[in-house]
């Protein structure tokens, strides 16, 4: 007869994860010790209220504005435009094109008619300003002069110095001349067309030092900055210029990128070599320790400006293919932020008059003009977009566990993508009364969790893991 001996077995535990709040691109902790919902790679997603949601998209609006023929826009321009005779808003949208041309149509809407007399060969900068009562915008690209147009005409301004950047403040118009000069130039008050240098006129600031390259110079908080290379300087121009003075910042960053800098109300945010700085007038903060691995900052048609809120700036992103052309909009203060990775952008403008308030992008490899709108996918059409968690074992020690099963919500189909100890499992998952759940039943050590997902209105959230493990 067989001997009946009690067996203990060893049962398995069971250990619940939850992903809780998603964030986006987060690399300055490590998904061992506790950041596998901060993203290694997220884009077209927002995570502005822990859940995953579309963001931003691109709609065109070729519908309304009729673009001119055999022609390829390359930037284009808000031009704010008041008819004083006969009291009504003449707001005009005009538009560069590759051949040289420029081209203006009525914000109301219509189709672009090319403007006589007004060509570059490189691409302009342009300001508003009210010159002998009459609302104009200022063109002017480097070694080209200065050329206003007030919506009839174009007056021609040879005799101006050359234009790396321009600014409006106290009446004057202040320009940068390129290369390391150090010389900030400014117009009689009150006429852009007088360069002539005298106590009573026009003249320049000497800035000559070690500061390199003068890059731009912006209207900000009732002082004129300059960013160079190295450096930031504030001007104090009111009155005589015998009044105007000068201050040098100490900025403690990188080398500034030029085009980068940009105003956002109550600062200035701009690109360096070691990062995004938001600038208050005094002192420079970096903002971007979280994500700037990812991003490439140094070309020249890299450009960002202000809208609702955000900065918008054209940059190139990192992602598993290589760099991708794409939009990066952050708040100010860098609690915020998202990258867009739909098209080939070429320029960004604020459309902002009276009538309308909208941020425009021009896309070169569908010659078009779209709207930045939020969940506009690709004019209507589904977009990529993807969050990468980071690898972790997620706090449970055991050498080998199971991860057995994954749950979220969503409202449309997902890719989920488990990472086990390096080795990719893709599983398409589609929601039942809006939930995804799949039995994995996979064995590692680590995991990381990847989410895909292709649409125009996506949302995802409260993902959930399920592990089995012994002790």
């Excluded at 808003?89 to 219509?110: E, L, R, T, W």
């Excluded at 004129?224 to 290379?229: G, L």
Aim: include cysteine; charged fraction near 20%.
């Amino acid at each position: 007869m067989g001997i009946v001996r009690n067996l203990k077995l060893n049962r398995p535990r069971r250990a619940r994860i939850e992903l809780g709040k998603f964030y986006n691109v987060d690399h300055r902790i490590d998904g061992e010790v506790g950041s596998y919902n901060r993203a290694e790679l997220c884009y077209n997603f927002s995570c502005k209220d822990g859940s995953l949601k579309t963001s931003f998209g691109l709609r065109s609006v070729g519908s309304k504005y009729t673009l001119p023929n055999y022609e390829v826009i390359d930037a284009i321009y808000y031009f704010r435009h008041n008819d004083y005779e006969n009291g009504v808003n003449a707001d005009k949208i005009i538009a560069y094109g590759v051949s040289g041309s420029m081209y203006c149509v009525p914000a109301s809407g219509g189709a672009y008619q090319k403007i006589p007399n007004l060509s570059f060969t490189k691409k302009p900068i342009g300001v508003c300003y009210n010159y002998n009562s009459k609302d104009v915008i200022i063109f002017s690209a480097e070694g080209e002069g200065i050329k206003i147009y007030d919506g009839v005409s174009v007056v021609e301004v040879p005799d101006a110095p050359s234009v790396t950047s321009m600014c409006i403040h106290n009446e004057r118009l202040f320009i940068t001349s390129g290369g390391v000069d150090g010389a900030l130039w400014f117009s009689d008050d009150f006429d852009p067309t007088n360069w002539n240098v005298s106590l009573t006129e026009a003249g320049f600031i000497d800035m000559s030092d070690d500061r390199g390259e003068m890059l731009e110079a912006v209207a900000f908080g009732g002082h004129v900055y300059v960013f160079r290379s190295y450096g930031v300087s504030r001007v104090t121009a009111y009155g005589d210029q015998t009044d105007f003075s000068v201050s040098h910042l100490l900025v403690s960053c990188g080398k500034i990128c030029k085009n980068t800098i940009t105003v956002c109300g109550d600062c200035i945010l701009f690109f360096a070599s070691d990062g995004l700085y938001r600038f208050d007038g005094y002192n420079a903060v970096r903002i971007s320790d979280a994500w700037f691995d990812n991003v490439e900052t140094t070309k020249n048609w890299v450009k960002g400006v202000y809208y609702n809120g955000y900065a918008y700036y054209l940059i190139s992103v990192a992602i598993n293919t290589g760099l991708q052309r794409g939009i990066f909009a952050i708040k100010p203060d860098g609690s915020d932020y998202a990258f867009s990775l739909i098209a080939q952008i070429t320029d960004i403008a604020v459309m902002n008059g009276v009538d309308m308030y909208k941020l425009f992008a021009v896309e070169r490899l569908k010659l078009n003009v779209f709207e930045v709108e939020q969940g506009a996918g690709w004019n209507g059409e589904n977009i990529h977009m993807e969050w990468h968690g980071k690898e972790t074992d997620f706090g449970l020690k055991a050498k080998s566990k199971t991860l057995d099963k994954v749950r979220f919500f969503a409202n449309s189909p997902v890719r989920l993508t488990v990472v086990a100890d390096g080795v990719d499992h893709v599983f398409e998952l589609k929601p039942k009364n809006g939930v995804c759940e799949k039995y994995t039943r996979l064995k590692g050590e680590k995991f990381a969790i990847k989410l895909y997902a292709l649409g125009v209105n996506v949302e995802i959230s409260a993902v959930e893991l399920e592990f089995l493990y012994y002790v």
